[in-house]
């Protein structure tokens, strides 16, 4: 059985070597039918043509529309039957737990040789969940790698954080995240209160 696959990723060279690897170790198995390298892109692809599975990165921050996890949730309540692979250098546990929880089927890590990666498509489309070996690691030993991590933000206010750390302002992510700038005002207000002296001053953003 042939499925049908979209891969987005904001680096079109990463995009690229996903597309041909794919191609070259599983053929016939997947069938790639576009390659998008922003939220803008994704969502217009997906209404023209919804796929059996999708090839994500995490964090795409060009296009209007959000990333993070205000995408994959949107993503997973607008197509339900469309099985989702998120790829991503994050690995903090808060934030693989929540992608799990959204009801994601397999999380790539991007450290991971990317011959890697399919043997992890090629298990969620047999309908088994995917977890790299190093995102097993983290969450077995409850690692806290990240400051923020250490300061036990919930997953909304390490989104906020994140896209502060990204240069955007309360209102562009309060628009990006489709809430209120008085909510998002408050996330990262609570968010600095949690982190006190460990936020740094000038914050670094992982992929």
Request: hydrophobic share 40%; with cysteine.
């Amino acid at each position: 059985m042939r499925h049908t696959l979209v891969i987005a990723d904001d680096h079109p060279a990463m995009a690229w070597a996903a597309g041909q690897l794919l191609n070259q170790q599983t053929a016939p198995a997947f069938e790639v039918v576009a390659k998008v390298h922003s939220t803008d892109e994704l969502h217009r692809q997906l209404a023209i043509q919804p796929c059996d599975l999708l090839l994500t990165d995490f964090c795409m921050p060009r296009g209007q529309q959000p990333d993070g996890l205000a995408m994959v949730g949107w993503l997973r309540r607008r197509y339900p039957n469309m099985a989702i692979v998120v790829m991503t250098m994050l690995n903090t546990p808060s934030t693989l737990r929540a992608l799990h929880k959204l009801g994601v089927q397999g999380l790539f890590d991007k450290h991971a040789r990317l011959e890697t990666l399919a043997q992890a498509m090629c298990s969620v489309a047999r309908g088994r969940f995917y977890l790299s070996e190093g995102f097993a690691r983290v969450l077995e030993t409850d690692a806290r790698p990240l400051k923020w991590e250490q300061a036990e933000l919930s997953p909304r206010e390490q989104e906020v954080m994140r896209l502060i750390g990204q240069g955007l302002s309360g209102r562009d992510i309060a628009r990006k995240l489709n809430r209120s700038e008085k909510t998002i005002s408050r996330h990262k207000r609570t968010a600095m209160d949690k982190l006190g002296d460990a936020y740094p001053s000038s914050a670094s953003h992982k992929r």
